[in-house]
């Protein structure tokens, strides 16, 4: 009888492990890409940059078919300060259309500590399309106070090239 019972719950744990597994298959990546900082007197759509530079140390944006949005962002500072300066918190913005675009969607403010690093998981509000997807990074609050709406930029998607040569896979091509 013991062995029975065993048996049934076994069979139970490996189809919910399963059915698990195959739900979060089913949840397609939409978008992908490293974080950069911010320079000075920059405009993606319509949204200013901060006027200083800020650098990120690493960063990653992810969002699913699902509007879920995760961004982690570790050492995003303002260099000359080494910390995050007057920026206590950030929300993120979904643009469609390219740096031209606009803001479809924004999260709510998380806190960013001092040394200049967020998480930022939320579910966002989709368009049926989406051209040139950008995620920007946006101070939402100075010294601990929110601001009412999302203020500049001051890092998005990205990449920076660190290699000056050619990949490998780069010979033969023009």
């Known amino acids: 009888?013991?062995?029975?019972?065993?048996?049934?719950?076994?069979?139970?744990?490996?189809?919910?492990?399963?059915?698990?597994?195959?739900?979060?298959?089913?949840?397609?990546?939409?978008?992908?890409?490293?974080?950069?900082?911010?320079?000075?007197?920059?405009?993606?759509?319509?949204?200013?940059?901060?006027?200083?530079?800020?650098?990120?140390?690493?960063?990653?944006?992810?969002?699913?078919?699902?509007?879920?949005?995760?961004?982690?962002?570790?050492?995003?500072?303002?260099?000359?300060?080494?910390n995050s300066g007057p920026v206590t918190n950030v929300s993120a913005s979904l643009v469609c259309g390219g740096s031209g675009g606009s803001v479809v969607s924004t999260t709510a403010a998380v806190p960013l500590s001092g040394d200049g690093n967020a998480e930022i998981e939320a579910t966002i509000k989709m368009p049926s399309t989406c051209f040139g997807p950008i995620v920007l990074i946006r101070a939402a609050g100075f010294n601990g106070n929110l601001l009412p709406q999302p203020g500049p930029w001051i890092a998005s998607t990205g990449f920076t090239s660190v290699s000056g040569g050619k990949d490998e896979g780069d010979e033969g091509r023009n």
Request: charged share 15%; hydrophobic share 50%.
């Open 1 to 82: 009888m013991i062995n029975k019972i065993s048996k049934k719950a076994a069979l139970v744990g490996v189809l919910s492990a399963g059915l698990f597994a195959a739900g979060a298959m089913a949840q397609e990546v939409l978008f992908r890409s490293t974080i950069i900082g911010s320079n000075p007197q920059a405009v993606i759509a319509g949204v200013q940059s901060g006027g200083a530079p800020w650098t990120v140390g690493r960063g990653s944006a992810l969002l699913d078919d699902e509007g879920r949005l995760r961004v982690e962002v570790r050492t995003l500072i303002l260099p000359k300060l080494g």
